[in-house]
């Protein structure tokens, strides 16, 4: 058993690996700028003298995120970009420059670019100058920093050079930084080489990377940091985890205990009327959507208008302090009823069917007929005898549910504002807080992977044919 | 004996019922693609045929041509309010709005028994209208075909992926698929070159957009496997060493995915992809949707070709000389083929499903599209307005389950 275990276990790593860098990606791609999501307002304003204080915690928030090493083990690119554009702090800047790449195709020239804007940016945008000339030379070069093009890269050099030539103080600060601009500027686009886009080029990036730290955080249990509070995800998760999993497991609950006198009785007469008609209605109350159903549920028993407002439509309802525990008791119950009736109804029909098929395999053994021939009463053979047997694989049924509940959950959390991991997943989507979002992808795989491994295990337990073969 | 029997009488006393159901599926499964190929027939705010000013005109055909680019509207016509004109004659599709039609008269959600600011009944809204005077009905219409192009695409997508791995896991399983060396190591190149000319570098000389970059990185990806695989076998081959064969263990590879996609719930994955892409669109949608919708396809024909490899015919096809990819292609995987359709319905059910949760949370599509999800969504800021909620949901509803009774159906009839 134990060496069966352990192969089980093995063979889940490389899945759980997968998905990790899958999560890992996706949060990499997200739009938006991490860095600037933890600054606050005042640190993110870029105007006159704040600039440089920007730049610096910028540069420091950058730093602690860990986001100045590079992303992954391996960097499958094109020969034009270099291995080393993570050193490249500012997520802009960087975007540029690799447009810039893309256009043109020569890191060195565009480095030596790169290196020109700055020095230029030292020389006047920080030399303390107020006259109108200065501050539209600085505007223009900090534009510079988000052009690719050559046309409107032309056109700010000229705003600065027109603006140099009416400043002669300005001049005097910028012009070998300004000619030095021009000339990397025209260097790029002279030594411009599209071709080696078609070159591949495979980067090894060393073990100090940023999946490295990530994954290494994620088995200490440190899943990040939210951009939007700055609690850890971990922390979140887990709060909403309490609401959602007391809302599945009240529904599967209540799921078995509806299913299994169906799938039972029409097991017991296969093909008779009761068996039919409870068929065709699972399979359409399975077709119903959730999020209909729930929404039907809101439209016409949380709304006066049609004389049945019984049940409160939002949130999960907080008791007062002074409340006995059967009001709270009660304030719950009627917050909870209408989100776990939606989601039973889901589970019920799978279910079912699942009960049939497993009774039905039951009342046709050897033994029932025994059961039978013995002269037991029919209630006897149906419950004791054949239930107990068909029993085994609905347990094992229950690890396969829970994660498809959890999934179908997030729109029945949605609309009745609960608090759950749904909820959480939604709200955190439009709020563009990646880290919630992706570390809930993760902690969904997992109680995946774990709910598939505790099935094969019991299997394997309960019938040693599977763990020996 | 007592199974055989109990089946038996199963089966003959469920199948008028069956019978029925399917029948009643596979009409409105019909009625559906109708709806999808000649909605603006259906539900459009112009006239079919109309005389205005001593001309005829044929507006709703018209605007199609211009859609595709062969025709224009005459100076006259441009942004011409077809409901205010009086007409000499004028024949009207069924439902006078099209889906995209705002209704300022009767905006801010009027329902379909109330009073409608209308100069004749013939232009009620007749399952009511949203917000902006959108009118529902016209809606239904044009989701039918975004369902309809969900299903069929998505499940194209699906069910060409699931095949092919599938079959090639089915029928070698870990021992049967032998490549030379040379042939291995032209394959794993192909793929590092496939990834990189296909998702690296395509996206820097050849800009699209995000359906297209998918679907052709993917191609890419493909042709650049196989091509240096037989490149790298034809040539490399020719060296002895090169030319042993090594085992490639597919079945373990292929349920391997499969376990890595299977792990992660369909709708959150959808959800967690979705919200990154910039420029969503249905194509994408339904691309990704194809891209994970596979693993049910691939996990039935895998089991068919596990049983069926070990028919008799098949042996007799490998005795006969036949190569193995052969006996794969032409006498294998077409008995496979039949049962696949099966789960290609219940797989079409559950990409509406799943496309109609997404629109029903905002999230992926377009506002301009309408879908049945999308129309629900309403709902949410105006709880009063029931229309809302019923209509496109019973339209989601009759198609998911006309597609799973559909899918029962076959299954019956195969087990048969």
Redesign the interface.
Known sequence: MAAYVLKRLLLFL???L??SM??FG?NK???GDPVTQFMTLDENSKTGADYQRYQRVYAETAVRMGLNKPAFYLQ???AAYPDTLYKVLQADHRANLSRLV?RYGCWPEIQTYYKALQRAEAAFVYAGLRSDASIAARTALLQLYGQHEPGPIGARLDTIGMALSRDSALAAHGRPAYAALTDACRAVEAGATPWK??I?A?YWQGFDNQYHHWLGGVLKGNWGVSYRDERPVFAKIADAARWTLLLNLLAIALAYLIAIPIGVYSAVR???RF??WS??AL??L???????VA??L???F??P?YGMDWFP?MGVGEPGRGDSWWDALQLRASHLFLPVAALTYGSLAFIARQVRGSM?KAL?EDFV?TARAKGLPERTVIWKHAFRNALFPLITLFSGIL??A???S??VE??FNIPGMGFL??ES??NKD?PV??A??MM??LL??AG?LLADLLYAWADPRVRLS | MQTQEIQKKQAEDASPLRQKAMRWSMRFLYLLLFLAVFGDFIANDKPWLCRLDGAWYMPVARELLVKAGVARWPANLVNLDWHAQRYDLSIWPPIRYAAGTIDLKNSNYVSPVAPQQVEHWRFRHWLGADRLGRDTAAGLVAGARTAVWVGLVAMSIAGFIGLLLGSLAGFFGDRGLTVSRAGLLGGLAGLLAGGFYGFVARPLLWQQNATWAVLSGCALLAVFIIGLAWLAHNMLGRLPWWRRRATLPIDTLVMRLVEIIDAMPGLLLLLAVMAIVSRPSIGIVVVVIGLIGWLGVARFVRAELLRIRHFEYIDAARVAGLSEWRVLWRHALPNALRPVVTTLTFGAAAAILLESYLSFLGIGLPPEIVTWGGQIQAVRSNINAWWLAIFPGLAIFFTVASLNLLGEGLLERQKQ
């Not at chain 1, 399975?286 to 209909?292: A, E």
């Open positions: 490389p899945t759980l997968a998905v899958l999560a996706l791609c997200a739009p499958l690119t094109t893309a886009h078609y591949p495979l296969p093909g008779g068996d039919r068929n065709v399979l359409a399975y077709s119903l959507p959730g999020f209909w929404i039907l809101t439209v016409f949380t709304n208008q439509s039905a046709s007929r994660p498809a959890l999934a179908g997030v729109v949605a609309i997943t939604i989507i439009l990646w979002v992706y809930v992808l969904t795989a995946t992977v598939i």
